[in-house]
């Protein structure tokens, strides 16, 4: 590894911790490394300000002037809520800044990169650009399509259940698998579920068990919000958001009711009796998110599916089986040949307890 890959995977490590905290901007992290060492860290701080470069910058104090600074994504030159981080980077006095790729927000979009080379800092780009290229892969979706990262989560028995026919879920999987579920929950901005699931488990979809966290949004996608007031989910709106994507179908007084419980109602399109995918989705990215954690249920997961909306995977699978009159993890999808279903690439296989997890990639 060369010494700018080096510094720059320490500088995505930092970045990561602003996942699922710093939407709607991107989770940038930023190393300011001179003569070999580290003086400055910063990474996106939560609601997506400070930017990571102002915080990396604060930290080194004077000690930035003729460092490199290493940072996950060119640093913004817009006049925002805060100063252009190209700015700061110029009067700090860095000499040299290693950034993967170019920021896909228009009001960036190079002009970072020109502002510094115009200040004479040298620039290099490319550095472990497809590590970069991932884990702003959400950011970039919301900015170039308008929507978010969507992660589908299916936690089931061998033969892909989540449920004996009866409706007994609790549990499939071990507590290694459900802990590793809430750590995924708290890397998204927000979790998303379909009424059904909404009905039948009665969630929380909250994380717990990692300590003090920023709780995601809870989302729950129902045409005609059929889910009781009495629900964990409505009775703890005004701790956790809770935002409810329906279609024009959806009673007034259920509406009201749910906004005086303290959620947010995004009126979406229907087609053929659902909600639209691609709509449901574009309502989430104008809202800012980048990145959603879909846990079913089966119909939301099949409908996200086959429209082809689905960029990652994540199974886990236990040791059991529940057979062919238990509940598939995943409703019909309509296809007829193999030609048809959408497929994943496997990027990683994890023994949690004794099941496994397992994540794919579109
Ligand atoms: C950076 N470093 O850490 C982040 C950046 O609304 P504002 O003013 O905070 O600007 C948001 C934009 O800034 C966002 O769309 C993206 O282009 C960039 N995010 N830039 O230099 C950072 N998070
Ligand atoms: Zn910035």
């Not at 400055?40 to 990474?43: K, L, N, Q, S």
């Not at 490319?126 to 290229?133: D, I, L, P, Q, T």
């Given at each position: 590894m060369t010494d700018d890959a080096r510094h720059m995977a320490h500088a995505l490590r930092l970045g990561r911790r602003g996942m699922g905290k710093c939407w709607p901007n991107p989770a940038v992290g930023c190393v300011l490394v001179r003569e070999g060492r580290v003086v400055?860290?910063?990474?996106t701080q939560p609601g997506g300000r400070p930017h990571a470069e102002a915080m990396a910058l604060g930290d080194a104090g004077p000690l930035a002037k003729g460092a490199t600074a290493y940072v996950t994504l060119e640093p913004c030159s817009h006049h925002g809520k805060t100063p252009p981080?190209?700015?700061?980077?110029?009067?700090?006095?860095?000499?040299?800044?290693?950034?993967?790729?170019a920021d896909s927000d228009p009001r960036v979009a190079g002009a970072g990169f020109e502002m510094l080379r115009r200040a004479g800092i040298e620039v290099t780009?490319?550095?472990?650009?497809?590590?970069?290229?991932?884990?702003h892969a959400g950011f970039f979706l919301k900015t170039e399509q308008g929507r978010p990262w969507v992660t589908l989560k299916l936690a089931s028995s061998f033969d892909g259940r989540i449920a004996t026919a009866t409706g007994e879920s609790r549990w499939i999987t071990g507590p290694e698998a459900r802990r590793?579920?809430?750590?995924?929950?708290?890397?998204?901005?927000?979790?998303?579920?379909?009424?059904?699931?909404?009905?039948?488990?009665?969630?929380?979809?909250?994380?717990?068990?990692?300590?003090?966290v920023q709780q995601p949004v809870r989302v729950i996608a129902s045409r005609l919000?059929?889910?009781?007031?009495?629900?964990?989910?409505?009775?703890?709106?005004?701790?956790?958001?809770?935002?409810?994507?329906?279609?024009?179908?959806?009673?007034?007084?259920?509406?009201?009711?749910?906004?005086?419980?303290?959620?947010?109602?995004?009126?979406?399109?229907?087609?053929?009796?659902?909600?639209?995918?691609?709509?449901?989705?574009?309502?989430?990215?104008?809202?800012?998110?980048?990145?959603?954690?879909?846990?079913?249920?089966?119909?939301?997961?099949?409908s996200l599916l086959a429209a082809d909306m689905v960029d990652e995977l994540v199974g886990f699978t236990a040791g059991m089986a529940l057979g062919a009159e238990g509940r598939p993890?995943?409703?019909?999808?309509?296809?007829?040949?193999?030609?048809?279903?959408?497929?994943?690439?496997?990027?990683e296989t994890r023994v949690l307890g004794n099941d496994v997890m397992h994540r794919w990639l579109r």
């Open positions: 400055g860290r910063g990474w981080c190209a700015s700061a980077l110029i009067a700090a006095g860095v000499a040299r800044v290693v950034a993967p790729l780009t490319g550095v472990m650009a497809a590590e970069a290229a991932h884990d590793t579920v809430h750590w995924l929950r708290a890397s998204h901005d927000a979790v998303m579920v379909g009424a059904g699931t909404a009905r039948s488990d009665d969630p929380d979809l909250t994380v717990r068990g990692w300590g003090e919000i059929d889910v009781p007031l009495m629900s964990r989910l409505a009775s703890t709106a005004r701790e956790v958001p809770v935002w409810i994507v329906h279609g024009s179908e959806a009673a007034t007084e259920t509406r009201r009711a749910w906004n005086s419980c303290g959620a947010t109602l995004l009126q979406s399109r229907v087609a053929a009796g659902r909600l639209e995918p691609n709509a449901l989705l574009s309502a989430l990215g104008a809202k800012g998110l980048t990145r959603v954690f879909c846990e079913g249920g089966g119909q939301l997961a099949a993890g995943i409703g019909a999808m309509g296809v007829d040949t193999l030609a048809e279903a959408p497929r994943f690439r496997l990027v």
